[in-house]
């Protein structure tokens, strides 16, 4: 296994094989940056301070609405908004953060009805976030569930859930968007692929395949983590981390640790957060930590899953969040039957990586899909999709879809200070991450 010297000087020999024309596209600083977690996907944060305008974007539908942050009185300042060709899905940023990418789709989430529109889109951003068109829109053949870069932001590589694969296309050398990279070999996406990441020495790509709860008579379908060798934009060396058969395996979401070969693992149909090692170019089979992601894993009252996971950029702490939406009939209506709707916090060993919980606290909203850490570490943003009745005593009340605000503490726990309420309509709001504009 890599210790953390060693991962480190992978990480900078990385660094001296990327081939850019342009030095400002990959500044020494900014890679360094992107190894401590500052560009890792969302959830983490993206981009540093002392640049330009630090601003959050979150979609409802085909919407697209920028935010500008102030970290210091946590608080957030509505602005502009874009319109996309169909439903926001995921959205990443150039490593330059320069320009920004946008995953579309008419197609319903989960394994709803398809629709016909899917696309990527490359903006603009300003030093103030304003973000503006940037070349055509590429075409997706079906809906795309989440994406990223690989380190240098030649190559956009996308997940897709249904069915279920992978796929990458290029980064033009004036970041609009290119053509697909055809692959060597066939690629064995598994069952619901639902995230894919690069690795930060940019040599491994991991797609989530998340698998599905049996359901209508249906059996479960396992999960897998699969893992690619990863050069140039082409994934070779296929291996599937998948314990038991990847049945009662459903992971949904990872993070890299900034500093050490590390791995956190959301399993969001076990309410797990699983941690594994890396070892060269590959991941061990077995977990070497297995944590509860509930306060009450005994007390479950809805259909609980975990999602997003990220690591704190100092790498200490790593947050979880799990998410409840269940409802019941009351009177003709739809209400919440209650669970947990909370952001867990675990503080890392610094010389093992376990993970041990510190705390649990309400996001004041429901069904947290996804959260955001500000590039400093001292603000995190929750996102719910919806809003939803839920039971007040005595009476019912309706909770909005919103972005709920925590300050970070320097031990890593969370306080909380506002939200923000957002109309979505009949929409969702699907995504929502923060970009450090560059000056």
């Keep these: ?18 081939k850019l024309e342009e030095a400002s596209m990959l500044t020494r600083r900014t890679f360094v940056s992107m190894m401590a977690g500052a560009a890792a996907a969302p959830g983490v ?123 990458v296309y290029r980064i033009n050398r004036d970041a609009t968007l290119g053509e697909e990279v055809k692959q060597p070999n066939a690629i064995d996406a598994g069952i619901y692929g639902h995230q894919v990441r690069v690795s930060p020495d940019n040599r491994m790509v991991v797609l989530v395949a998340r698998g599905n709860d049996p359901a209508g008579g249906k059996p479960e379908d396992p999960g897998a983590l699969k893992v690619f060798n990863y050069k140039d934009g082409v994934l070779s060396n296929e291996t599937s981390i998948a314990p038991n058969g990847g049945y009662g395996f459903g992971p949904r979401h990872l993070d890299f640790h900034p500093t050490r070969p590390l791995i956190y693992v959301s ?8 941690v594994y090692r890396m070892k060269g170019d590959t991941i061990e089979p077995e977990a070497a930590f297995k944590k509860e992601t509930l306060a009450e894993p005994g007390n479950i009252k809805s259909r609980q899953a975990a999602g997003t996971v990220h690591v704190h950029p100092n790498g200490r702490f790593v947050y979880g969040v799990n998410r409840a939406d269940t409802t019941t009939e009351v009177e003709g209506k739809r209400v919440f039957v209650g669970g947990e709707n909370t952001l867990a916090v675990y503080a890392i060993d610094q010389a093992t990586g376990e993970p041990t919980p510190i705390q649990h606290i309400e996001t004041r909203g429901v069904h947290c899909r996804t959260f955001h ?48 309420d957002v109309d979505v309509g009949s929409n969702l709001m699907f995504w929502m991450g923060m970009v450090q504009a560059a000056a």
Aim: proline share 7%.
């Design 373 to 420: 850490i500000d590039p400093s570490g001292r603000m995190l943003v929750a996102q719910h999709n919806f809003h939803m009745l839920v039971k007040d005593g005595g009476a019912v009340r309706n909770v909005p879809a919103c972005l709920s605000v925590f300050k970070i503490g320097g031990d890593g726990k969370l306080e909380y200070v506002r939200k923000y």
């Design 267 to 274: 399993l969001e149909r076990e309410n797990k957060l699983y």
């Design 45 to 167: 944060s993206w981009g540093q301070s002392g640049a330009g305008q630090l601003a959050l974007y979150a979609a409802v539908g085909p919407e697209l609405t920028q935010y500008d942050v102030n970290v210091d009185g946590a608080s957030l300042t509505k602005r502009g908004t874009v319109t996309l060709p169909a439903n926001v899905q995921y959205v990443w940023p150039h490593q330059s953060r320069r320009y920004l990418y946008v995953a579309t789709s008419s197609s319903a989430s989960g394994t709803g009805p398809k629709g016909t529109v899917h696309h990527v889109s490359a903006f603009r951003i300003a030093p103030d976030g304003t973000l503006t068109p940037h070349g055509n829109p590429i075409p997706l053949p079906t809906r795309p569930i989440h994406m990223t870069t690989d380190i240098p932001s030649e190559h956009v590589l996308v997940a897709f859930n249904n069915p279920s694969a992978l796929r």
């Design 1 to 18: 296994m890599l210790d953390a010297r060693s991962w480190f000087t992978a990480s900078k020999i990385a660094y001296n094989k990327l």
